[in-house]
């Protein structure tokens, strides 16, 4: 038997009450569907003082039609996402990443608001207490050094959430709501770029919504992960792409990657290629072009050459299938 | 802290006093003494405590037992019904589908939850429902056997 360490759970039925039971408990962490949350409680790695289940707050827990777009709230469930029919017809890359994000028992519970915010990963950050003690444990949790990248103090644990890819070439924005204030921004203001810290979110603050806006609605897109098991694996490497044509050449292209940094990136400069007609010249330079912003660590037990190399196939493959020129 | 919930297992209402920090599997193995449901990974990785709750597969080691309040849930052992065993039970009887047996609790709900979903599924249904639930002894083929063997059992 193996319990958990010692925490009050509050289970609120609206945000508001939410975020008034966080300001209230001090080491207070918010509880989805606890597919990375109660795993890093048994590993020792979250120690929260109390959790605050917001799996109960009906307002995160659907996906509606807005005037601009397409509103998916927090708690909605990836087996949920993966199947809703508009969601797949109208941001098939986002019904693609939820679909194959971890396996299908996961998906009956892990959360979208969940799967955004994970946590980073490395095989020195989100392993069990004893093998974590015997490495004298790492930079990002109790311990001085980075086994990555021994002389900085940066750390490199990759974020390997399969949805923000995905969202990121549809343009999602993000709603958050605070003690004292509601926001609206881009998904991509969302991420930094440190595995120690790749959250912009502030203290207190509970990512209740994701809206998909209509002006990239029907616009052909794809996502695509390498991982070690097919059936049940985080990335080791996974790339979302957004394809529009018109005339034979490339109106609009936009590619992000995630598992290979800290943060899902949005590939800079395919807007080159306006214009272009998609064929293998092209994608030969895609794919030279997304891998060179990939920067991937040796966070997994794949290398980073094979990771980068895994990055500009899957930019060519996707780019070929929306192209419809395999 | 401990907190009072409401909840069926295996079809019985049952009214506990629980700590919140008890994992659902706990619950059921150390509180109800149902040790059919297994911990066999730390954390979602293996299957092993995969038990339904609401219908819905889910990991049992990775669940608050308060997170159960108001909610059925179901284990291996809710399955015999007067002595008799279930399809899914048959199956994995019939066709092998246990080696050691420390994963079929979870195999066994994994897959019927896929079958009350699903009542007729394709091989790649079946590999698909049970891709979250490993196998040690790696018996699959059987296991898929088994599951297809309880789907046309249904069936009649």
Request: glycine share 10%; net charge negative; with cysteine.
């Amino acid at each position: 038997m193996e319990y958990l360490p010692k925490f009050q759970l509050f289970r609120p039925l609206s945000v508001e009450q939410a975020a008034a039971l966080y300001a209230e408990n001090d080491g207070a962490r918010f509880l989805a569907g606890g597919t990375d949350m109660i795993v890093n409680m048994r590993r020792g790695i979250e120690t929260p003082a109390a959790l605050i289940d917001l799996s109960q707050i009906p307002e995160l827990g659907d996906i509606h039609e807005e005037n601009d777009g397409m509103r998916i709230g927090a708690a909605v469930t990836l087996e949920q996402l993966a199947a809703h029919a508009a969601i797949a017809r109208d941001y098939p890359a986002v019904a693609e990443a939820a679909a194959a994000i971890a396996g299908p028992t996961h998906r009956a519970y892990g959360t979208v608001g969940g799967n955004l915010c994970l946590d980073t990963r490395c095989i020195f950050y989100n392993q069990s207490e004893w093998w974590r003690s015997s490495n004298a444990y790492c930079l990002k949790h109790r311990g001085e050094i980075c086994h990555v990248a021994p002389g900085g103090q940066a750390c490199f644990a990759a974020y390997s959430g399969d949805l923000a890819p995905a969202l990121l070439v549809h343009d999602a924005r993000i709603e958050l709501i605070g003690p004292e204030r509601r926001r609206d921004i881009p998904l991509g203001d969302f991420f930094r770029d440190d595995g120690m810290d790749h959250l912009a979110i502030e203290k207190g603050e509970i990512l209740a919504s994701v809206m998909l806006p209509k002006a990239s609605a029907g616009a052909p897109s794809a996502y695509a992960k390498s991982r070690i098991r097919g059936a049940i694996d985080f990335p080791v490497a996974g790339l979302a792409a957004l394809l529009t044509l018109r005339g034979g050449g490339i109106e609009k292209l936009r590619i992000a990657l995630t598992a290979v940094n800290p943060r899902p990136l949005v590939v800079d400069g395919t807007d080159a290629f306006n214009g272009a007609e998609v064929n293998d010249n092209m994608l030969d330079k895609l794919a030279e072009l997304a891998s060179s912003q990939a920067k991937p660590m040796t966070t997994t037990t794949v290398s980073p050459w094979y990771r980068r190399r895994v990055i500009g196939a899957l930019a060519r493959r996707l780019v070929a299938r929306l192209a419809e020129i395999e | 802290m401990t907190t009072p919930i409401n909840l069926t297992v295996n079809g019985r209402r049952r009214q506990d006093m629980v700590p919140d920090n008890m994992l659902l599997v706990d619950y059921l193995r150390e509180t109800i003494g149902l040790t059919g449901t297994k911990i066999g990974c730390d954390g979602g990785e293996c299957g092993a405590c995969t038990v339904l709750v609401a219908g819905d597969p889910r990991h049992a080691c990775l669940t608050l037992a308060v997170g159960c309040d108001g909610l059925d849930v179901e284990t291996v052992e809710g399955l015999t019904t007067s002595g008799r065993l279930s399809a899914i039970q048959r199956g994995f009887h019939e066709k092998l589908g246990a080696q050691c047996g420390f994963c079929t609790p979870g195999m066994i709900m994994a897959a019927e939850g896929l079958l009350r979903r699903n009542a007729s599924p394709s091989e790649q249904d079946i590999r698909a429902a049970m891709a979250s639930n490993i196998c040690r002894c790696t018996g699959y083929v059987k296991i898929i056997e088994s599951v297809q063997f309880a789907a046309k059992a249904l069936a009649k």
